[in-house]
Nanobody, 118 residues
Framework: QPQLVESGGGLVQPGGSLRLSCIASGLTFSAFDMSWYRQSPGKERELVAT????????TYADSVKGRFTISRDNGKNTALLQMNSLKPEDTAVYYC???????????WGQGTQVTVSS
């Protein structure tokens, strides 16, 4: 059964950094585009960053461009989100998502809480 497990969330002060990890199992990791989404209370889930399955093309939400970096290691079935210069508005539950080439399969992790506060 495919599974995504996130880790790395926590409490950080404004301006600080965190690195989120997403480890996949039960699927052919290199066949999936990987994305990070986030959701804060009262708001819809929003796409933060995506990295394609081959070639590693990346895209970012305007709100995180220049501060967040998504990467992947297909040999370790891992997707990463490096978050720098964090702001209070980055506070949310962050979710890892895997999407197959023709969008017929998608999987979600359980989420990891990121809180940016002084």
């Amino acid at each position: 059964q495919p599974q995504l497990v996130e880790s790395g969330g926590g409490l950080v002060q404004p301006g600080g950094s965190l690195r989120l990890s997403c480890i996949a199992s039960g699927l052919t990791f290199s066949a999936f585009d990987m994305s990070w989404y986030r959701q804060s209370p009262g708001k819809e889930r929003e796409l933060v960053a995506t990295i394609t399955r081959i070639g590693g093309t990346t895209t970012y939400a305007d709100s995180v461009k220049g501060r967040f970096t998504i990467s992947r290691d297909n040999g370790k079935n891992t997707a990463l989100l490096q978050m720098n210069s964090l702001k209070p508005e980055d506070t949310a539950v962050y979710y890892c998502n895997a999407l197959s080439r023709y969008r017929q399969y998608t999987y979600w992790g359980q989420g990891t809480q990121v809180t940016v506060s002084s």
